[in-house]
């Protein structure tokens, strides 16, 4: 990287890319596949897409949508072994052109100015702003999901912090009540599966799997072999741990069952 593509015709010189797809998307953009895919304004067709985001030749951020899922995919592996791959988006492939960049990018296209977003291009709507990522400083559905999916990347740093012997409900004790609507709510997932993407699993460790569930207003992560973490809207910043227990056990591994998997 960076590598270019034609798109609008100009130059569009990537920076980045992300699949969006029932098991892989951006979490910033909703709880399951179709809100995701809602807030870019496409279908939530099951093959999914590939988000390629750069900056044309005037700098201005641009998020490619493309419908060669697969070649994203490549690319997006061959760079995090540390490999260059250029990148080459298809006209017949791409889906939309969006003006600006649904998740930050730290990195910008060199010798172009600094990235911004386009002016309204002739006969597009004004009144739609650009993509942008979620405020940082501000805690809300967004910071409740990254914050669920760095638990789940960096597992083995959270689960050091609790202790081993932490139990499902502690003897006389009732859980926060938080955790336990969450749990409720992950097991009523059980009677009436939830919209796709909502429950997502993937590889952890030997025959565990790391799932990431979401819901309205909370996020879980949890290993199945393990315990589970939940984030709550209404209680910013705080992580709160889910023993083991009796119960946790068989709801994780019932929950795995319905939970869309990366190819």
Do not use: N
Request: glycine share 10%.
């Amino acid at each position: 990287m960076p590598a270019t593509e034609e798109s609008r015709d100009e130059a569009l010189y990537v920076l980045t890319a992300v699949l969006l797809t029932p098991a892989q998307f951006p979490s910033v953009l909703g709880d399951d596949y179709p809100e995701a895919c809602a807030a870019l304004g496409l279908e939530p067709y099951d093959t999914g897409y590939g988000l390629v985001l750069g900056q044309d030749g005037g700098g201005a951020r641009w998020t490619v949508v493309t419908d060669d899922v697969s070649l994203v995919a490549i690319a997006i592996a061959t760079w995090d072994c540390g490999m260059e791959y250029a990148l080459a988006i298809e006209d017949r492939t791409v889906v939309a052109s969006l003006p600006g960049w649904p998740l930050a990018v730290a990195v910008a296209a060199p010798g172009v100015p600094a990235p911004h977003d386009p002016a309204p291009g002739p006969g597009e709507d004004a009144s739609r702003a650009p993509l942008s990522p979620p405020d940082s400083e501000r805690w809300g559905p967004a910071q409740r999901r990254l914050g669920a999916d760095e638990i789940a990347l960096q597992w083995a740093i959270w689960r050091e912090q609790v202790d081993s012997d932490v139990t499902f409900v502690s003897p006389g004790e009732k859980p926060h009540g938080g955790v336990r609507r969450v749990l409720e709510e992950a097991r009523g997932y059980l009677d009436s599966p939830p919209p796709l993407g909502r429950i997502r699993s993937a590889f952890a460790s030997g025959d565990a799997r790391t799932l990431r569930a979401d819901g309205p207003g909370w996020s879980m992560v949890a290993r199945t072999d393990d315990i589970a973490f939940v984030l709550l809207d209404d209680a910013p910043g705080e992580v709160l741990p889910v023993g083991r227990g009796p119960e946790l056990p068989g709801l994780l591994t019932a929950l795995d069952k319905l939970a869309v998997r990366p190819h």
